[in-house]
């Protein structure tokens, strides 16, 4: 049974840093994409990050501010969030495919596995 749990996030005033990391059991994800997704209340779940070997992606909102990282041997996939604004509150989750592709690497409905959600909130 394939498990995605997360830790950190947390609460930050605007600026701030914030880490949030995945650990994935139940199967091998060092050949598969990794990634992070957020939401925010009242609106859908959208793209943050995501890890394909060493190829990454980021939302432009994130783009200079989040690092998406990955630990294979630790099957394990990191995101550093800096210079965190207000409108970074969201729920975030972590997500993993069961093939290797980077197409439609932005689409939550691609991928196949979720952990359970850690809520990130923005002070101003």
């Known amino acids: 049974q394939v498990q995605l749990v997360q830790s950190g996030g947390g609460l930050v005033q605007a600026g701030g840093s914030l880490r949030l990391s995945c650990a994935a059991s139940?199967?091998?994800?060092?050949?598969?994409?990794m990634g992070w997704f957020r939401q925010a209340p009242g609106k859908e779940r959208e793209f943050v990050a995501v890890?394909?070997?060493?190829?990454?992606y980021y939302a432009d909102s994130v783009k200079g501010r989040f690092t998406i990282s990955r630990d294979n041997a630790k099957n394990t996939v990191t995101l550093q969030m800096n210079s965190l604004q207000h409108e970074d509150t969201a729920v975030y989750y972590c997500?993993?495919?069961?093939?290797?592709?980077?197409?439609?690497?932005?689409?939550?409905?691609?991928?196949?596995?979720w952990g359970q959600g850690t809520q990130v909130t923005v002070s101003n």
């Open positions: 997500a993993a495919r069961q093939i290797d592709t980077s197409a439609g690497y932005s689409n939550a409905g691609n991928y196949n596995y």
């Open positions: 139940g199967r091998t994800f060092s050949s598969y994409p």
């Open positions: 890890i394909r070997w060493s190829r990454t």
